[in-house]
């Protein structure tokens, strides 16, 4: 069960500085490339038409390197859930990436984005115990 925990002003710093850190030219030509380039069904095709060392290849790690991040940070306690949830673009982004990381998890390693996947796990339990339309689940 996801609990509302209200966010401190230590929460939006360090929010802030994850978003900072996570601006940058690299980052922002993965995201514009997920957004409007990516495409593959699953794991299998996702090899075949980006193969590793690739420019869409490092853009789709960049991609799960940050979730990876901010599932570590998330999880730990040291990120306030409800503060990133309600700007995080995961909810959106992972019904494509879940099929990708799962094939991936099954060749290398079950510990490959691991906090990305529980990340966007918690995201959906969060947004169906949490989050209201409206602004309406946010406390004051």
Excluded: C
Aim: charged share 25%.
């Amino acid at each position: 069960m996801v609990t509302y925990k209200k966010p401190t002003k230590r929460d939006a710093e360090l929010l802030l500085q994850l978003m900072h850190s996570q601006s940058t030219p690299a980052m922002n030509e993965a995201m514009t490339w997920f957004m409007k380039g990516f495409s593959a069904k699953d794991y299998k095709e996702f090899k075949s038409k980006y193969p590793e060392g690739s420019p869409e290849y490092n853009n789709l790690s960049r991609v799960l390197s940050m979730f990876e991040l901010d599932g570590t940070l998330v999880s730990h306690g040291l990120l306030n859930e409800n503060l990133y949830f309600d700007m995080s673009g995961i909810g959106f982004m992972w019904d494509r990436l879940a099929p990708i990381v799962a094939g991936w998890r099954k060749e290398v390693s079950p510990a490959l984005w691991e906090n990305a996947v529980w990340l966007a796990e918690r995201q959906k339990q969060w947004s169906k115990e949490v989050w209201k339309p409206g602004l309406k689940w946010k406390k004051k």
